[in-house]
């Protein structure tokens, strides 16, 4: 059994092996980045993560939005696996931990999946293939908000799926 895995693992791709966490790596990076202006002017910012003609995983320009949507810049230098984005800075009547049914809408509309930064701090990851959005890591794992207060949307569970999401926002 053991010899039957290693065969396996071995006739995987190397890149498939070396890249398995790059995306949530530059993901990380770039929404740490990004977290600080969010912040200040309560806006989200958006992009793109994609490959470029050298095969290396890149970060599309960010592109400030409004308080509730930011629609991102097709980078036109490389082949789109995913979006980004930031949901502004903490605001007691918003629902920014978890990531909205229109997060995950615009994402299967794109035909990507996307990350999602909220003010406490936390990583999402949207799939929309399976249509679930999941907790990647929780409070402060990413920058987190100065104003951020913890438990205001009560209790955060760290997946849902797209129907949960309509459920939880009334659809």
């Known amino acids: ?31 740490n ?6 912040f200040a ?13 050298r095969g290396r995983l890149k970060a599309g320009r960010a592109r400030r939005g409004n308080r509730d949507e930011c629609t991102p810049e097709l980078p036109q230098d490389l082949e789109i696996v995913a979006s980004y984005h930031t949901h502004g800075g903490f605001d007691r009547g918003a629902d920014s931990e978890i990531p909205s049914v229109d997060d995950i809408e615009a994402d299967e509309a794109d035909g990507v999946d996307g990350w999602v930064a909220t003010p406490g701090g936390r990583l999402w ?12 890591c929780g409070i402060g794992c990413l920058r987190s908000d100065p104003n951020f207060r913890a438990g205001v949307q009560g209790k955060i569970r760290k997946s849902y799926t797209y129907q949960e999401l309509l459920i939880l926002e009334g659809n």
Do not use: K
């Open 125 to 136: 990851y949207v799939d929309t293939q399976d249509m679930v959005v999941s907790q990647v």
């Open 1 to 31: 059994m053991l010899r039957a895995v290693l065969l396996i693992i071995l006739a995987l791709p190397l890149p498939a092996l070396a890249d398995a966490g790059a995306e949530e790596r530059l993901v990380r990076s770039v929404l």
């Open 41 to 53: 002017a309560n806006r989200e910012y958006c992009g793109f993560i994609g490959y470029d003609s």
């Open 33 to 38: 980045q990004l977290q600080p202006p969010s």
